[in-house]
């Protein structure tokens, strides 16, 4: 079992910037494929971005040159960058787990199986 538990989010107006956290455990964000998913009430989930043990990096066409995706896995922690945040950005950001050291090539939630509570993040104009 794998806890996660996300922090960082907030309320910012457009352009801004977050830097959300997830704290999982030093075994899982160095063996683990991690990822951040988002969803806004009544639309499907959508992958963000995630991170293989190898630190192989992938994003979705929505975020890419804006967010960013690291982890230090001696805190055990893996974090999310947001910059030049946009309203369509608004969300509830999840942390996941997948206990595999690769990540697929398509941002699937259905392929993680350990997710974290959320952490809200609302960008205004």
């Known amino acids: 079992q794998v806890q996660l538990v996300e922090s960082g989010g907030g309320s910012v107006q457009a352009g801004g910037s977050l830097r959300l956290s997830c704290a999982a455990s030093?075994?899982?964000?160095?063996?683990?494929?991690m990822g951040w998913f988002r969803q806004v009430p009544g639309n499907e989930r959508e992958g963000v971005t995630t991170?293989?043990?190898?630190?192989?990096?992938m994003y979705a066409d929505s975020v890419k040159g804006r967010f960013t995706i690291s982890k230090d896995n001696a805190k055990g922690t893996l974090y999310l960058q947001l910059d030049s945040l946009k309203p369509e950005d608004t969300a509830m950001y999840y942390c996941?787990?997948?206990?595999?050291?690769?990540?697929?090539?398509?941002?699937?939630?259905?392929?993680?199986?350990?997710w974290g509570q959320g952490t809200q993040v609302t960008v205004s104009t």
């Open positions: 996941a787990a997948r206990p595999w050291d690769t990540c697929v090539v398509v941002l699937r939630g259905s392929d993680f199986p350990y």
């Open positions: 991170i293989s043990r190898y630190g192989t990096t």
């Open positions: 030093a075994y899982a964000t160095s063996n683990y494929c």
